[in-house]
């Protein structure tokens, strides 16, 4: 597709998605206008970028013609703004068929599963960037050392996170297919684990011929997804049967070292500064990743190493009174439960972890609400506040309470449910102590609260 000089409006461009895609359109020549119903963070850095911002949705936004109109998956097929577009005549895509069209101009890796996407997305990025191929690049959340979500880069290669929520994915086309897990989500979407695999099946088959697969063994579904694509695939992880093999894993409070076998060779003590062994396997598919595109043993090691974290990823917001404070994006039940065992590690012969957790989407909570009941044991002590809607409706019968029943039944001895925000930090101030780490979980609003909990201690 043709960029240069074209004139695009986004709608729903504040998405974190949305966002750098109109930054790496407006990067290759493209006229990019964006609106969306709330500003936030990424409509600012569009704003600063020279992007126009347009506050809700409106058929005046039109009024300039745009050539193409892109629209988020959460914006209604009803919505007036898009319905005068397609009246009018302007053609409307959505936000994967504008990325895939974008992707179409490089040679391509795209980072898929259910969960490390974006974490995954940023090694594989770091990894072409120290290697001096300056890729272009774009990942689900914001990264310190871009100071952005994407990357516009001149090189060749373009990486990017591959989000499966709608089930749009299967319009990319990726040179090299990253395959990270296979997990229950979106359900409201997909309806049951049998259509995601099949999603998923179909995703990998969409790899450009004569590229490469790149999957997770220790990952049942996964595995079986790769074997029945029948792609040309490689896959890595810490069992046996892979070849990529991480051993030797050894994790601590300031990042993992690991060996790994890449074939018949043989790397000793690769080190991230990203905490626990959920991370280590999300290194590993980079090492397969620089395998496949020959890159050296020691380009791979500056990568990792050098590699920070991303933001809301298990991200220290600060420390008071002997308290310290981190927030991450996790908000599926397997996200916490290896998001906690990792924070465990901060806090060991120190003091307690304290888990807030808010719960993103009715639909998620309903679907996986036993899951939720079984995924806190790590916390010493669990908050569970009302559940960020992201504007759907409420369910009868899906509550945060019932998550705290589910807790308390599974046997933790600590779990208290405190459905008003501002009741939160007052909660907490009653009974931490010095040593401990509190962590604020969830993909909602909850991880503002830093600010008060810090000044409150």
Not at 236 to 264: K, M, P
Request: hydrophobic share 40%; proline share 4%; glycine share 10%.
């Amino acid at each position: 597709m043709k960029t240069e000089g074209l004139r695009v409006h986004f709608m729903g461009v504040a998405g974190i998605g949305m966002s750098a895609i109109a930054e790496l359109a407006a990067s290759r020549g493209a006229i990019v206008s964006g609106c969306d119903l709330a500003a936030n963070e990424n409509s600012e850095r569009l704003i600063a970028a020279g992007i126009p911002f347009l506050l809700g949705h409106s058929r005046s936004h039109l009024e300039g013609v745009p050539e193409l109109l892109v629209y988020s998956s959460a914006v209604p097929a009803d919505n007036p703004e898009l319905a005068a577009a397609r009246r009018a005549g302007i053609p409307t895509i959505s936000r994967s068929t504008m990325l895939a069209r974008l992707m179409e101009e490089r040679r391509s890796i795209g980072v898929a599963g259910t969960h490390g996407k974006t974490t995954t997305s940023w090694l594989a990025a770091k990894l072409l960037l120290e290697a001096g191929l300056d890729p272009a690049v774009m990942v689900g959340g914001v990264v310190p050392e871009l100071g952005s979500n994407y990357h516009a880069g001149d090189g060749e290669w373009f990486v990017t996170e591959v989000d499966e929520s709608d089930g749009l994915l299967l319009e990319i086309r990726p040179e090299i297919s990253l395959l990270l897990n296979v997990d229950r989500d979106h359900m409201e979407h997909y309806g049951s684990l049998e259509e995601i695999e099949k999603t998923f099946v179909q995703y990998v088959m969409n790899t450009r011929p004569k590229g490469c697969v790149i999957g997770c063994g220790d990952d049942e579904r996964a595995r079986r997804v790769l074997e029945a694509a029948g792609s040309r695939f490689v896959t890595y992880g810490l069992g046996a049967g892979v070849a990529v093999r991480g051993f030797n894993v050894r994790l601590n409070a300031i990042g993992s070292t690991f060996d790994v076998f890449v074939g018949d060779r043989e790397y000793r003590d690769l080190r991230v500064t990203l905490l626990g062994e959920h991370n280590v396997q999300n290194a590993l598919a980079v090492v397969a990743l620089a395998k496949e595109l020959g890159i050296s043993e020691d380009v791979l090691r500056r990568a990792l190493e050098a590699a920070g974290g991303v933001r809301r990823r298990m991200q220290k917001r600060g420390e008071a009174g002997g308290v310290v404070v981190y927030d991450d994006y996790g908000h599926h039940p397997t996200e916490l439960e290896t998001t906690l065992r990792a924070a465990k590690l901060l806090v060991e012969g120190r003091g307690r972890l304290v888990a807030v957790f808010q719960p993103h989407r009715y639909s998620r909570t309903m679907h996986l609400l036993e899951e939720f009941g079984k995924c806190f044991a790590a916390a010493d002590h669990v908050v569970v506040t009302s559940i960020y809607s992201a504007n759907e409706a409420p369910i009868e019968g899906v509550s945060s309470a019932r998550i705290v029943e589910l807790v308390s039944d599974s046997g933790h001895p600590s779990v208290q449910y405190v459905p008003s925000r501002k009741n939160i930090v007052p909660h907490l101030t009653s009974f931490l102590t010095p040593g401990d780490l509190v962590l604020l979980l969830g993909a909602g609003d909850v991880w503002e609260l830093h600010d008060e909990l810090l000044g409150r201690l």
